[in-house]
């Protein structure tokens, strides 16, 4: 082949619209090169300028990002964020680890709602979902991807702080409807020899909230809800096996209704505020140590009072209280699985500062109150844990800042420490090096993880026929992480950031599974066998970089592209197949594209290596490869078009996800996504003075 | 030969997009709306779909308006099919859809070309042995119209529609239309919703 015709299929390769107009329908290229066709013929629209990257790891999503992304639940974030990797199996429930931060056995990043820490963590998966919030109530999501201290607590795993919208003057309501359908049904092919099985609609997803502000105050009551199907056809086998119908009983799917209650001060008292919500979710979480869906009554409720009486100003004090519930209820199920489980969380901080603009200082105490009923006959089953946090800040070198925080736990005779550095410098002004640097130390009880209530007494593992093998003894926990990023702002609207990581994690417990398959009679149904072992002081140490681009060539236009790759050396075994769930490098590249006003597209592709899940490798060999102890490199195409009516009163967003239609699965025993088309539409009635 | 004729609704679309983005005789956004009604026929053939089911007739309706660098509609399709083998019912088939597309106007004549997205719903006059009566499927097409304004805003269009549904096994179907359309200009609170 000579390189002439080597250039022309490489040319046709990239634009395969002109080999085939079938693949013209599907051609990502085709969009983009009409895209950037029209780019130049208009200076109406205007995106929002681009933020300033204030600290280094850390990532803003606006609401107007969120919107028209189209997010329609929470776990949508995850696919905005940078860096940040999220496997799910039924597509529901999601599980994400920052950078490097940790391992997805180990869902440990802290979320925060309003400056309040809500924990919706049970039993080691943390459902952001669960929140009765949806992604439509947001202001703003800022993505902490190093380590920090916020509102009292060390997140050495990183964190995301949601902050909800201040509603418009007088009184409001708004709504949201979302559906969405995935391709693939069989259509009138259904009645002859090519009939395939169907695919259920993705959702709906829906929101509704009234609000009132008026004077200092504010008001808010919403309902969420939100279904979602199984569809696919090797949970649905899972799911169906474990059923137990009823008269009446509706098929398996997962339901989640979700009210919540917002109330808000902000004057001379400072600022306050009150939330509190409550959801329901009829769950079939995939229970790794069982390898199996168990049709379960998720209900989680809370209760936060937070605030600080001098907001903005370094002289201050604030506080926070919350009351957390879990309960995993029993549903009906064959095998008469029940979790049996309920932790209730009580947690209160209060934190004093002083300082001026040059130095501050800031001391706080609080406590978490960690207490779990079951009907198994746990030693202990409660934990008081007690902690002091202090943080210093400096400014007195122009263009030099520097911070301290640390945090102390007492638990019991066990004590742990976390502590982080940050140091900021501004050479020149289109310059930043940023240094982020975390140690922390923590006993296995700090966790109490599902292991650590196993080991307490809570045998619902053995109930259920497994028996997973733990360590004779629980290591603590060290962590050694380092983020050096240069910032760079070399033109108007242009910024460039790169970031060298480094972390060394050492008495980790990692859990190892083995999974082998089982194909059953009845109802062509089919499951997995696990087995567990558990180990303890585990260690691995990980290094690489990221690089992050964000600028806007046009004012209506706004691209972002992001490159993270990790790579693990010195580690141990287990270490080593538990990092191999993960991809070793992401990237993603994003455009968000306004032509006129109240009319806006986005796209966001993305890409990340394979993974390899060695636990399910005997369930390869025994079901001929229907399943792979394996993922694939993924890619995605998510694109969305957004137009608001009648004064911005009304907005529709129509949204297409996984454009390529490439099936996507990130998980062996997940579920196989494919091209889904979305429908959205949001009423926003202010029926008071002012309007958004 | 099916490729060779979404070729030519492709190509319609790549040359209108830089001459209708220039604005070329394109009224304000939302100014008018036009009301179309035509018949559609089916013009392909050779799909394993044609080894079930043959086109009978084909009604559409959609309203029109000038939008951003060319124009929107929202419509609908009804086609209705009888079966060719005993084994499978005969259906209907209704595709409501939004588009857009460039569009520019020379004199009386109009050309149109673009894209349309939606939903392929589905009817069959038998339940299986599921007890499914109807389905549902993303719809994707490609349009290419010639529309000739005749007297007053009433006109007469032509078109070809390609259309891919994304059921497991692919639906793609090619259809010719012809019909009238009726411009009007925009009431005052409509353009003031849409705007």
């Known amino acids: 082949m000579d390189a002439r015709t080597g250039r022309r299929k490489a040319f046709r390769r990239f634009f395969p619209f002109l080999r085939s107009p079938l693949s013209a329908l599907r051609s990502p290229q085709l969009a983009l090169l009409l895209i950037a066709g029209l780019l130049p013929l208009t200076a109406w629209g205007q995106v929002e300028p681009l933020l300033a990257p204030g600290r280094a790891g850390v990532q803003v ?7 028209r992304a189209g997010a329609r639940r929470l776990s949508d974030l995850f696919a905005l964020l940078d860096g940040w990797h999220a496997y799910s199996v039924d597509e529901y429930t999601w599980y994400a680890t920052a950078p490097g931060l940790g391992l997805m056995q180990q869902q440990e990043w802290m979320l925060l709602v309003d400056g309040q820490p809500v924990d919706v963590e049970a039993l080691g998966v943390q459902n952001i979902n669960l929140l009765p919030l949806h992604p439509l109530q947001l202001d703003s999501v800022v993505v902490y991807s190093v380590p920090g201290m916020h509102e009292g607590r060390m997140a050495a795993s990183g964190a995301l702080h949601l902050y909800t919208r201040k509603p418009p003057r007088g009184a409001t309501a708004r709504g949201s409807f979302s559906a969405g359908n995935e391709v693939g049904d069989p259509g009138p092919f259904l009645y002859t020899d090519r009939a395939t099985p169907n695919i259920d609609r993705v959702g709906p997803d829906a929101l509704g909230e009234a609000s009132l502000a008026m004077g200092e105050g504010d008001l808010r009551a919403s309902v969420k809800h939100s279904e979602h199907h199984v569809t696919d056809q090797q949970l649905r086998q899972r799911a169906y096996y474990q059923y137990e119908w009823a008269p009446g009983r509706r098929r398996p799917r997962l339901r989640l209704d979700a009210p919540a209650l917002l109330l808000r001060t902000d004057g001379a008292l400072g600022r306050h505020t009150l939330f509190a919500g409550h959801s329901r979710l009829e769950d079939l979480r995939f229970f790794d140590p069982l390898g199996l869906e168990i049709p379960t009554l998720h209900l989680f409720s809370h209760a936060g009072l937070g605030g600080d009486f ?17 309960n995993l209820d029993e549903e009906p199920t064959r095998d008469h699985l029940a979790y049996d489980w309920r932790e209730d969380r009580l947690s209160g901080h209060l934190e004093g500062r002083l300082g001026n603009r040059f130095i501050g200082a800031a001391l706080g105490f609080g406590f978490d109150r960690v207490e779990v009923r079951t009907g198994y006959p746990v030693e202990e089953p409660s934990l008081f844990l007690s902690h002091a946090v202090g943080r210093l800040t400096l400014n007195a070198v122009r263009g030099w800042s520097q911070q301290f925080s640390a945090q102390v736990t007492h638990l019991e005779a066990e004590r742990s420490f976390k502590g982080v550095m940050e140091t900021t410098v501004r050479p020149t002004a289109w310059q930043t090096i940023a240094f982020t640097g975390a140690y922390a130390w923590e006993p296995f009880a700090e966790r109490h993880d599902q292991w650590y209530w196993t080991r307490q007494g809570y045998a619902f593992l053995t109930d259920a026929g497994s028996s997973p093998a733990l360590p004779g003894r629980f290591t603590a926990r060290r962590s050694l992480t380092g983020d050096l990023a240069w910032m760079l702002h070399p033109a108007p609207e242009v910024w460039l950031t790169l970031t060298g990581h480094f972390r060394q994690l050492q008495g980790l417990t990692l859990d190892l599974y083995r999974y082998t398959y089982t194909a059953l009679p009845v109802l062509g149904a089919e499951h997995f066998n696990a087995t567990t072992q558990v180990r303890s002081g585990q260690a691995g140490r990980l290094a690489g970089g990221s690089a992050n681009l964000r600028l806007r060539p046009l004012p209506q236009l706004e691209v972002q592209a992001h490159l993270t790759h990790l790579q693990a050396f010195t580690h141990d075994a287990a270490f080593r197949t538990v990092w191999a769930q993960q991809p070793a490098t992401l990237a993603s590249l994003s455009a968000r594209y306004v032509p006129v006003p109240r009319f806006s ?18 369930a390869a060999a025994q079901s001929a490869r229907r399943f792979r102890a394996s993922t694939p490199a993924l890619t995605r195409l998510d694109l969305a078009a957004q137009k608001a009516f009648w004064g911005e009163r009304l907005r529709a967003l129509v949204a297409v996800r996984n454009a390529l239609d490439a099936p996507f699965r990130t998980h062996p025993a997940g579920s196989v996504s494919r091209l889904t088309f979305f429908v959205q539409l949001e009423v926003d009635l202010n029926v008071g003075r002012g309007r958004r | 030969m099916l490729q060779r004729r979404t070729t030519l609704l492709l190509l319609p679309l790549l040359l209108l997009a830089a001459g209708a983005a220039r604005g070329q005789g ?13 018949q559609s026929f089916n013009v392909n053939r050779g799909e394993l779909f044609h080894d079930f089911w043959r086109f009978r007739y084909g009604w559409e309706g959609e309203f029109s308006t000038p939008f951003y660098f060319g124009y929107i509609e929202l419509g609908g399709v009804l086609h209705r099919y009888a079966n060719t083998v005993g084994t499978v019912p005969d259906f209907d088939a209704l595709q409501l859809y939004a588009g857009w597309g460039p569009m520019l106007r020379l004199g009386q004549v109009q050309a149109q070309a673009g894209f349309r997205i939606g939903n392929h719903y589905m009817a069959f006059a038998e339940p299986s042995n599921t007890g499914r009566r109807n389905e549902s499927e993303l719809l994707l097409g490609l349009l290419a119209r010639v529309q000739v304004r005749l007297v007053g805003g009433l006109g007469l269009h032509f078109s070809g529609t390609y259309t891919y549904t994304f059921t497991f096994e692919e639906l793609r179907l090619l259809f010719a239309t012809v019909g009238l359309s009726y411009e009007l200009d925009s009431p005052r609170w409509l353009k003031g919703f849409l705007r």
């Open chain 1, 310 to 326: 001098a907001p903005g100003r370094p002289t201050g004090l604030g506080y926070r209280a919350g009351y957390t519930v879990t």
């Open chain 2, 26 to 38: 394109a009224p304000a956004p939302f100014e008018t709306l036009t009301v179309s009604v035509g």
């Open chain 1, 601 to 618: 597209l986005f796209a966001r592709f993305r890409y990340v290596t394979s993974t390899d899940w060695q636990g399910f490798e005997p």
């Open chain 1, 61 to 67: 999503l606006t609401a107007a990002e969120i919107e």
